[in-house]
């Protein structure tokens, strides 16, 4: 069956960065786009960028553009997000999905990896 185990959160400081890591597996991970999203406390969860299946195309929303980086190694079946100068905002759980398509809905989700940005 579909599995995405994300990892990679933790208690970080302000300014510091973090790589996300979501494994794949059981579905052609190749063919399908993937995307993050954000949930922080208390809020709904929210999309930060979306990949297209090779990797060529990528998209962030507007809050997410400069810091967030997508990106996803094939061979390994894992779509990562990179997140530079982290802020206390950046507190939330972050979850990848797999997309049902480019601009669908998540088919599939992973349990999510808690990131905790505070001094």
């Known amino acids: 069956q579909v599995q995405l185990v994300e990892s990679g959160g933790g208690l970080v400081q302000p300014g510091e960065s973090l790589r996300l890591s979501c494994a794949a597996s059981?579905?052609?991970?190749?063919?399908?786009?993937m995307a993050w999203y954000r949930q922080p406390p208390g809020k709904e969860r929210e999309l930060v960028a979306r990949?297209?299946?090779?990797?060529?195309?990528?998209r962030y929303e507007d809050s997410f553009e400069g810091r967030f980086t997508i990106s996803r190694d094939n061979a390994k079946g894992t779509v990562y997000l990179q997140i530079d100068n982290l802020k206390p905002e950046d507190t939330g759980v972050y979850y990848c999905?797999?997309?049902?398509?480019?601009?669908?809905?998540?088919?599939?989700w992973g349990q999510g990896t808690q990131v905790t940005v505070s001094s």
């Open positions: 990949i297209r299946n090779l990797g060529l195309t990528t």
């Open positions: 999905c797999r997309l049902r398509n480019w601009r669908g809905a998540c088919d599939d």
């Open positions: 059981g579905f052609a991970f190749s063919d399908v786009a």
